[in-house]
């Protein structure tokens, strides 16, 4: 089974990812859910989970900033937002997919399948931090 953190500032997007992951996903247990990312920062720490679905576009800090706060991402994670011009930044931190909303369900379930893949064979999910610092470095360096 795999432990999923949602992080997403609009309840009702959490409840329709939670729905759709619960009807369509049974190897995905949803575990806890945050509306900041000041919460997901936390959450992240205390749950530990497997697969991480975070909102880019969040007040005051974005799902990229976030991810900075969190000590070590031993963890996979698909983005999900309404804007598609972060798609090519989320791919570049080793995101394993990036959804757009609203979140159609078999995008879903071809991520999920993904990120179920990664994480059973933990290729890749360690690097995540290490390219996430390489994003932060400027170009040319």
Avoid: H
């Avoid at 859910?33 to 997901?40: A, L, N």
């Avoid at 205390?46 to 005051?60: E, G, H, I, R, T």
């Avoid at 996979?76 to 609203?102: G, M, N, V, W």
Wanted: aromatic residues 8%.
């Amino acid at each position: 089974m795999i432990r999923a953190l949602i992080i997403d500032d609009e309840q009702n997007c959490i409840d329709s990812l939670v729905f759709d992951l619960q009807k369509n996903c049974p190897d995905v247990a949803v575990v806890e859910t945050c509306t900041s990312s000041k919460q997901g920062v936390l959450s992240i720490k205390n749950v530990n989970p497997d697969l991480v679905f975070l909102d880019v576009q969040m007040p005051w800090m974005s799902g990229f900033e976030m991810l900075e706060f969190v000590d070590k991402i031993n963890f996979a994670i698909i983005f999900t937002t309404a804007f598609d011009q972060f798609a090519a930044k989320a791919f570049r931190i080793s995101a394993i997919d990036y959804l757009l909303k609203p979140i159609d369900v078999n995008d879903l379930k071809d991520a999920v399948r993904k990120a179920v893949n990664k994480i059973s064979q933990k290729s890749g999910v360690e690097n995540i931090a290490n390219l996430l610092q390489n994003f932060k470095q400027p170009e040319g360096n």
